[in-house]
């Protein structure tokens, strides 16, 4: 399995990391992808990835909730590390218009600059979208580019959104959400093929049942690609199989700058 989505450099693993990462290992996952969020988050995200450089993979970009006053020496410092280093993608980039409403056409700002620079870098875009689906629609629309691929991070979307998000060329990560009773996501995926799917925890948040409210793991990947088996109809085995090889597609996609 490919755990495309996960802050693994967390505060919350500083007592038990090397053990989480076992658990992941043991659970059958090949890789962890490890989403930046400010300056705050890089250096311990980019020690994992030099510990473990074929498994550990590293984005960088500015999450949507940390664009604050300022934020323009946020994107300065992540197009620097861009020319120092390779890193797997940009992100996570994106609009979250649940927690604050104050900083969105910064955040507006800040999504489109990073855009640009994953085009700039031939890199993929992994996107957080927390009530701003269609928002963030518009600004890839704006944009024009059809070389602006990725992920849309924790999709939780209806069927109409899931199915723009495809037709615009992105993947679907799906996660811990999948797996609630009031996800909404079993009136969707069911839907999808699996050819447009990957799987993801987002630990050390949104923690699948039966672990929901707890700490987020990797190791609990195992259970959405359960449910997702589920939700298709097939076997667990069959999903592990289509959605790993859709991530690697990524990695293949964009190269050079992605050869961690």
Not at 163 to 175: H, Q, R, T, V
Not at 203 to 221: D, H, I, Q, V, W
Request: proline share 4%.
């Amino acid at each position: 399995m490919i755990e495309t989505h996960a802050h693994i450099y967390d505060d919350q693993f500083a007592e038990d990391r090397d053990e989480m990462l076992q658990r992941a290992w043991n659970s059958g996952i090949r890789q962890i992808w490890m989403p930046n969020c400010d300056q705050g988050t890089i250096q311990g995200m980019l020690k994992l990835a030099d510990v473990y450089p074929e498994r550990c993979l590293p984005m960088i970009g500015l999450h949507p909730c940390y664009v604050k006053e300022g934020f323009e020496k946020e994107l300065q410092l992540v197009e620097e590390w861009l020319n120092k280093r390779s890193f797997l993608a940009i992100g996570e980039i994106g609009m979250d218009l649940y927690w604050d409403k104050s900083f969105r056409s910064q955040q507006e700002e800040a999504f489109l600059f990073q855009c640009n620079l994953a085009l700039e870098h031939d890199l993929w875009i992994d996107i957080h979208s927390r009530e701003a689906f269609w928002e963030t629609v518009t600004l890839i629309e704006k944009i024009g580019d059809q070389r602006l691929k990725g992920i849309f991070h924790c999709f939780v979307g209806n069927l109409d959104e899931a199915n723009k998000a495809i037709e615009l060329g992105f993947k679907l990560g799906i996660g811990g959400v999948s797996t609630f009773k009031n996800g909404g996501l079993d009136k969707v995926l069911p839907h999808i093929a699996l050819e447009h799917l990957v799987l993801e925890t987002d630990s050390p948040y949104l923690a699948p049942t039966p672990y929901r409210g707890k700490r987020n793991e990797p190791a609990y990947l195992d259970l959405v690609a359960e449910r997702v088996a589920n939700l298709k109809q097939t076997s667990k085995e069959v999903v592990i199989e289509e959605t790993t090889r859709n991530a690697m597609s990524m990695q293949l996609d964009f190269a050079p700058n992605n050869a961690i």
